[in-house]
């Protein structure tokens, strides 16, 4: 069986931090580079875009400068426009990384021709001219920098103008070429299509990349298709922050290739122990929380079971009603007493109270649980205690 690897491109401190409430500074994208460079959360981390304003370039060079001082074992990107300024910018911040062969160039083209509209419109000539122009010159201020070109809102692109600006940024140079739905509208088999026609153009000889968005809630399930149409590299963010509804969630992305490895057969270069202290890292420079209780894999409450049935079934066979190894995620599988579980449950949460009755007393106490409200939930040893009453 062919096992390919999958590359886990993290943009949570360049997309991911395109929020309501996204303004970092550059000491603390460096903190949460640093976790993510040092914990084998990515094999690309994109920090920003350095021609942008002062306080990017400034998080670009200082990550850029520690990841080569501490040799993180990944790549350190920046985005950048096709212009010439822009990109002299961004080699500029990108430099440390570049010299330790660690540097990346995220090239895009502002304005596109779409299917329906020609409002932002580019002819293919001049995007082309810029395409090339640019990567030719980042390739001659540094050799050893890494190109990759976006095709923005590949999937609205007029076909004509998406694959002859891809041919052109492949053939200047561009090794990695990314086709994103950015504004978040593509449907999973649209996106599979979409990537395998251009996949059938561009061979193994260039890298896919997918970026998805969250818009319609198909972020996850685009990447996905994606992959299987033969992408290789997985524009992600940790819980899944990004512009308006996010971009697709690392953890759920990459939870999906790990638990049907059966399936997709792909290797991931990741340590999935670390993920949650990830997210508790993200969350102390972002300053809101992420997460809903039921966010995929992260979420509070994704490996607590609730129902007897489900409690019974998990303790016989612990793949019966969870699909993800938590334990490779840092996470516990849980049996929370509800008014849903059995017997057994509530045995179990007693003794974990150190509360100890007879045989009988715990059998009239339980019926006594069942017939009340459930304690809305929390239980405590009080509400315990109160039923042996
Ligand atoms: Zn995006």
């Known amino acids: 069986m062919r096992v390919n690897k999958i590359f886990v491109y993290d943009t949570t401190l360049r997309d991911g931090v ?56 990944v790549v350190i990107s920046a985005i950048s426009r096709c212009k010439l300024e822009d990109v002299e910018k961004t080699v500029a911040a990108l430099e440390p990384a570049i010299s330790s062969g660690r540097g990346r160039i995220y090239l895009f083209i502002a304005g596109s021709t779409t299917k329906k509209d020609k409002t932002l419109g580019l002819n293919i000539k001049s995007a082309k001219k810029q ?35 891809v041919l052109a940024a492949e053939s200047a140079g561009a090794k990695i070429i990314t086709l994103a739905d950015s504004p978040g509208f593509a449907l999973p088999l649209e996106y599979y299509s ?73 290797k991931i270069n990741f340590q999935s122990e670390n993920a949650l202290l990830a997210v508790e890292a993200l969350k102390k420079i972002i300053k809101y929380n992420p997460l809903s209780l039921h966010t995929p894999v992260v979420g509070e409450w994704v ?38 579980s059995s017997l057994g449950c509530f045995i179990k949460t007693l003794k974990s109270f150190g509360i100890k009755k007879s045989d009988n007393d715990i059998f009239q106490a339980f019926k006594k649980y069942k017939k009340s409200n459930g304690g809305n939930n929390v239980i405590t040893e009080e509400f315990l205690e109160k039923l042996f009453d």
Not at 44 to 52: T, Y
Not at 140 to 147: C, N, R, S, T
Not at 201 to 220: E, F, P, Q, W, Y
Request: aromatic letters at 10%.
């Open 18 to 73: 395109q929020t309501a409430e996204g303004n970092l500074n550059w000491k603390q994208k460096l903190k949460f580079a640093r976790f993510l460079g040092k914990n084998r959360q990515a094999d690309v981390i994109e920090c920003g875009f350095p021609a942008a304003h002062g306080q990017d370039f400034k998080a670009v060079k200082k990550i850029s400068e520690s990841c080569a001082l501490e040799k993180w074992p």
């Open 131 to 165: 395409i090339v122009e640019s990567i030719k010159y980042a390739k001659e201020l540094y050799p050893g920098l890494q190109i990759q070109y976006c095709a923005v809102d590949a999937v609205r692109l007029n076909w004509k103008y998406l694959l002859l600006t």
């Open 194 to 266: 979409l990537v395998k026609r251009v996949k059938e153009k561009v061979r193994d000889r260039t890298i896919l990349s997918v970026h998805t968005h969250n818009d319609l809630g198909l972020a996850v399930a685009n990447t996905i298709l994606g992959i299987q149409a033969g992408a290789k590299q997985a524009e992600v963010t940790v819980a899944g922050i990004g512009e308006r509804a996010g971009n697709a969630q690392k953890e759920a992305v990459i939870a999906s290739l790990l638990s049907r490895r059966d399936y997709f057969h792909k």
């Open 303 to 340: 490996s607590k079971h609730a129902s007897g049935i489900h409690q019974d079934w998990m303790k016989k066979d612990p793949f019966s009603f969870q699909v993800v190894n938590f334990e490779q995620w840092g996470k516990r599988t849980d049996f929370p007493l509800t008014i849903n």
